[in-house]
């Protein structure tokens, strides 16, 4: 396969705090077995799903590149993305939920490049390359559907996490990674589970992240599109999973008209879903995500959305009234007798902007310790600063270079020596700076003139709250990277041997090698891998102008059938495609 580089310009918009996510697809790495199992789904997927996914999922096929016989390469997908306006990357496993976001918002694919094991080819709980490229990539070439991808990225990324939901991530994650490895011991994945458990048990208020992550389950992974009554399928996780995508048009998974509330269900990603919302159409997503926007900090501000800032402990960002945009680890705030932020404060570094740019002067070497600032109108002034004209300032003794005292409605006082002031587009000022400034509410002091220049946010009011830099410039790391990594499979001998007998059939089915006869292969695998199927699948597809080798082969399948009744269906399946040729 040509593994030439296409370059896509999606990928070199992309900021280095995500950059630090993206990974080698190494597509060296995938055996013989891995490309059967990616084949076996592929087909018994494509088979099933042209009577059940929704129109986009065939034709998105062909336009992104996935071949049915060949795990897609990243550099070719992205040649091909990129005539419909997107782009791919390869990730290790899951990443956090607001880089997955962002990612999205860039309209760029996170592909996990691990495939998942034969023992898991049903389903798998850990994010591999059929899910993500067979299961996301097809549906984006609908136009509605990715431009609901991309906004639903953009909102989800301002999303306020929960330190509950750094827990979840964590604990996922492990769990994931442990039952797709193979040298995983019951004692790892038990405690892992029951570790998810407990904090899924946990009875917490779902954050922003939650309910977006609980949207996004319910459309993007599980959504089902039309009528209740006759759905079709264009959630990924649905697409991609050969037994969910049947269990879920049965009479026992229940159907339900799409809507916001969807934010507040709850998922199990250990298990498959006992409800599934269907969207009359894609737009239709559009119009859900809106509404939900319209409920978040993002738009809503106030205290509320300083509060979800402070209890996430992240780098997160407030927009003021004016304009200024304040980054950082927001730590605390004073709320009035009307729960309007009065004064808030940030610990480390913090950044201000303004219409997303970073102030000049004002980036994290700066204000290293933190920024603080009261906010709202003067006492006895019916006027808040940000409104003043030059000649309203005059008249309230605003002047540089001179010393002024003043007091908020709140109480907080300000003494200090005015320096100078930042003004934004329009002319009016967003920030003033005090040297020798002491700021006082009650009998506590905010801000003493030994801890230096003090810059005052001017604003009423915080109409804007949200996770992440307003200029992501302004920090090296805005996202974590998880230290639990992916596990890599070490083969034994027996392993090594089995591989080779793929390899050996996948060069007979391409004509690459075709010196042996697929009876010696037979025989081989009879007498030292037992308990394989895939690889009889192959064989029995390949010999049928062999009558008697293939009915041999069906009755070592059927053997097989009652030895490990687990794969009996798998089995069943495999046998119906290869008849159906």
């Not at 550099?75 to 990129?82: C, E, F, S, T, V």
């Not at 080779?500 to 697929?518: H, N, P, S």
């Not at 041999?552 to 159906?580: F, N, S």
Request: charged residues 25%.
């Amino acid at each position: 396969m040509n593994q030439h580089i296409e370059t896509n310009p999606l990928l070199d918009r992309l900021p280095q705090h995500l950059q630090q996510y993206i990974k080698p697809q190494n597509y060296e790495e995938y055996t013989p077995i891995n490309q059967a199992v990616w084949r076996y789904v592929m087909r018994k997927s494509v088979s099933y799903l042209s009577t059940v996914a929704h129109d986009s999922y065939l034709d998105g096929l062909q336009k992104t590149g996935i071949s049915i016989d060949d795990i897609p390469s990243m550099y070719g997908m992205n040649r091909i993305l990129k005539e419909i306006g997107w782009a791919a990357v390869a990730v290790d496993g899951f990443i956090p939920p607001n880089a997955f976001m962002e990612f999205q918002a860039y309209k760029v694919l996170v592909i996990a490049s691990d495939i998942r094991q034969l023992e898991h080819i049903s389903y798998t709980p850990a994010p591999d390359i059929i899910h993500e490229a067979a299961g996301h990539a097809p549906i984006i070439a609908n136009p509605d559907y990715a431009e609901y991808l991309r906004r639903f990225g953009e909102i989800g990324a301002k999303a306020i996490l929960s330190a509950h939901d750094n827990d979840m991530y964590e604990a996922v994650r492990r769990l994931s990674i442990l039952k797709e490895a193979p040298n995983s011991t019951e004692a790892e994945i038990e405690a892992a589970e029951n570790r998810v458990n407990e904090l899924q048990d946990k009875k917490v208020e779902l954050s922003e992240m939650a309910m977006i992550r609980n949207l996004h389950w319910w459309t993007v992974e599980y959504g089902l599109i039309g009528d209740v009554t006759d759905p079709k399928i264009y959630g990924a996780g649905l697409l991609s999973s050969i037994g969910e995508s049947k269990w879920c048009m049965t009479d026992e998974v229940k159907k339900i008209p799409y809507s916001v509330d969807a934010a507040y269900q709850e998922f199990d990603i250990t298990k498959p879903q006992p409800q599934l919302y269907v969207t009359p159409d894609f737009s239709y997503l559009m119009q859900v995500l809106e509404e939900f926007t319209n409920t978040m900090a993002l738009r809503k501000g106030g205290f509320r959305g300083l509060r979800k800032l402070i209890a996430s402990k992240k780098i997160g960002t407030i927009e003021l009234s004016t304009g200024l945009q304040v980054s950082g680890v927001f730590t605390e705030m004073i709320t009035n007798e009307d729960n309007e932020v009065v004064f808030f404060r940030t610990e480390g570094p913090t950044a201000l902007s303004n219409r997303e740019k970073e102030l000049i002067g004002h980036g994290v070497l700066t204000h290293p310790h933190g920024f603080s600032s009261p906010l709202g109108k003067l006492k006895g002034i019916n006027l808040a600063i940000e409104d003043m004209s030059p000649r309203d300032l005059k008249a309230y003794n605003f002047y540089d270079g001179e010393r002024i005292a003043f007091e908020y409605e709140s109480g907080i006082k300000v003494e200090g020596l005015n320096v100078t002031g930042i003004r934004n587009i329009y002319g009016k000022l967003i920030l003033i700076q005090f040297t020798d400034c002491t700021v006082i509410y009650k009998d506590r002091i905010l801000f003493k003139p030994e801890y230096g220049t003090f810059d005052l946010a001017l604003g009423k009011k915080v109409v804007s709250a949200y996770a992440g830099a307003a200029d992501y410039n302004s920090f090296d790391a805005l996202h974590f990277k998880s230290e639990t990594l992916t596990v890599k499979i070490e083969t034994s001998k027996e392993d090594q041997d089995l591989e080779a007998l793929y390899a050996k059939v996948r060069d007979f089915r391409t004509g690459k090698d075709t010196a042996f006869t697929l009876a010696s292969v037979f025989e081989k695998l009879t007498k030292q891998h037992t308990n394989d199927w895939l690889l009889l699948i192959e064989l029995y597809e390949l010999t049928n102008n062999q009558v008697d080798l293939q009915q041999q082969i069906l009755q070592r399948l059927q053997a097989i059938q009652t030895q490990r009744p687990e794969v009996a269906q798998l089995i069943t399946d495999g046998i119906d495609l290869v008849d159906k040729i």
